[in-house]
């Protein structure tokens, strides 16, 4: 290959079978355009997608076997939990070509000295810091642009409210509209000497989280009155980050074109389940009560499907019906009391915890939103424990000599896992009937004591979206309302590739980590042995 100018554009939530549909319908020129003299690939991502660091892997090159499983760090002394944002450096770090970016997620621009660019002004879960070099360049797209536009919007729950849904629509195409100036103007105006120019548009991330109901006819929350608003959001968000691709690729027609997407995207199956159920039925196994209490509105809702407060946030819709600790002091707490040092309790009391940084500058971001920390003062008592987790669920076991107040003898690791496993195992979907489960991913012939503070002891991959399970011994668990209709279930990602000395055409099925890899290649460098994949060309 020859050395060639490149503009990468990540498409974070692109659906590729929802693309194709619109571009057959007339409704993305200019992507269709680019198909069709592309070299093509759909790419998998396997498990890593349920890691959720998709973009960690496209901005660092890196897959989950030499990078991390999760981005939720849990604390063996204090049983704490947070969202960590990266510590890997990215992979434009190993380039000599001039690099610019603008709001790539997980691309710490402070452990690449020679990059220029921007990072965090509307990334969907950035996993950084907000920051840029030059220091002043982000004032300068502030000061020029303004602030994110679709912020607030972009991680509201908003299927229950027609209104809601409309308004989260035009918020996220206002914000594709913004972003693709402000992608120009960083590109062509400040910074245009550039060798590789990298840019990740997250709008369709929020879109197809939120309003997939709308456009997937068998999806159970088709039939609510927002659905339509949600369907002609989502299509025109399509539309607007197509536009964003037509007109970056006019702005620059000297530079080969790479069009990408990590993973795919669909329908939902865990927000609930991992968030909530899962830790409740733990709990009721250890302690044989419950803390979720349902209302009997949600228990007799039509077809299983209970519907939140239109205006009220799904957390706290949620969380109001998860008990405190009970009075008088149960014998959990009394355990933990005797266990943990003060200022340890001092912190699970707390009402709420605040975004920060470690000392070496990672980003850390409070996990108190999910319901699923209301039964944190418990786990130090507790045999297992229900993680957070954006995806799959995933057990700890409260292991000796592992956590610091760990119940399971090392001993009986093996025969506690199983346990846990046939406990989930035995739960129905209250509103199917159908086994809740997938499939249960064990590490088994790893040394128990060695797990690392990112990694579970079981990863639960659920079967279907479960509002609720029926488990023969422990009764009924929920239901409980959707959180998000959309989610990362979709088989493939893709890449297209339109670059001198390629051929047009259907490449077939390759690895998301080989996208780091091409652009390498088609800058004409050599590829470093530490990056994962091979390039694609």
């Not at 020679?114 to 990334?123: D, F, L, M, P, T």
Request: charged content about 25%; proline content about 8%; hydrophobic content about 40%.
């Amino acid at each position: 290959m020859t050395k060639q100018r490149i503009l990468a554009i990540g498409l974070d939530g692109y659906e590729a079978s929802l693309g194709d549909r619109l571009m057959a319908a007339g409704e993305l020129p200019h992507l269709d355009a680019l198909r069709r003299r592309s070299a093509r690939y759909l790419l998998r991502h396997g498990a890593g997608t349920r890691t959720g660091l998709a973009w960690e892997h496209a901005s660092t090159g890196l897959s989950p076997a030499s990078g991390r499983a999760s981005s939720v760090a849990f604390d063996t002394e204090t049983y704490e939990v947070w969202h960590v944002g990266t510590s890997l450096a990215p992979f434009p770090a190993h380039l000599s070509a001039r690099t610019v970016v603008f709001d790539p997620p997980y691309f710490d621009i402070t452990r690449a000295p020679s990059v220029r660019g921007i990072v965090n002004w509307g990334a969907h879960d950035p996993g950084v810091a907000r920051g840029s070099r030059p220091g002043g360049l982000l004032n300068d797209l502030l000061s020029t642009f303004g602030e994110y536009p679709a912020r607030k919007a972009m991680y509201d729950v908003v299927w229950s409210s027609p209104e809601r849904t409309r308004a989260m629509g035009d918020r996220l195409i206002e914000a594709t509209k913004v972003r693709t100036r402000a992608a120009r103007w960083l590109l062509a105006e400040r910074c245009p000497d550039w060798d590789l120019g990298f840019v990740v548009a997250g709008e369709l991330h929020s879109a197809i989280e939120n309003l997939w109901h709308g456009i997937d006819r068998d999806h159970p929350l088709h039939g609510m009155p927002s659905a339509p608003d949600a369907e002609r959001g989502l299509r025109a968000i399509f539309r607007a980050t197509d536009a964003l691709v037509g007109e970056l690729a006019a702005a620059f027609p000297d530079a080969a074109l790479v069009v990408f997407a990590m993973n795919g995207m669909g329908p939902n199956r865990s927000d609930v389940a991992s968030m909530l159920l899962l830790s409740e039925l733990l709990h009721r196994s250890d302690f044989g009560r419950s803390l979720l209490r349902v209302p009997k509105r949600w228990s007799r809702a039509p077809a299983g499907l209970p519907v939140p407060e239109a205006e009220v946030p799904w957390s706290q819709a949620v969380m109001t019906h998860v008990r405190q600790w009970p009075e008088p002091l149960d014998s959990a707490r009394r355990l933990a009391a005797k266990v943990l040092p003060e200022r340890v309790k001092r912190l699970l009391r707390s009402a709420e915890a605040k975004a920060c940084r470690t000392p070496e500058g990672l980003l850390k971001l409070p996990l108190g939103w999910m319901p699923i920390d209301l039964y944190r003062p418990y786990w130090p008592a507790s045999r297992s424990f229900a993680l957070p987790s954006f995806y799959d669920g995933r057990v700890r076991i409260n292991l000796s000599r592992r956590e610091r107040s760990g119940r399971v003898p090392v001993s009986e690791y093996e025969a506690t896992c199983d346990e846990i496993e046939g406990l989930i195992r035995a739960c129905r979907d209250t509103r199917t009937g159908a086994p809740v489960v997938d499939h249960v991913e064990r590490f088994r012939g790893r040394d128990p004591l060695a797990l690392g503070p990112m990694d579970c002891d079981l990863v639960v991959v659920w079967g279907d979206a479960a509002l609720g399970f029926d488990h023969p011994d422990l009764g009924r668990i929920g239901p409980v309302p959707y959180r998000r209709p959309g989610g990362h279930t979709g088989p493939h990602g893709m890449a297209y590739l339109a670059a001198d000395g390629l051929d047009a055409g259907d490449f077939g099925v390759r690895d998301s980590y080989d996208v780091v890899p091409t652009l390498f290649r088609l800058l004409g460098e050599s590829v470093p042995d530490h990056l994962s994949g091979r390039s694609l060309v």
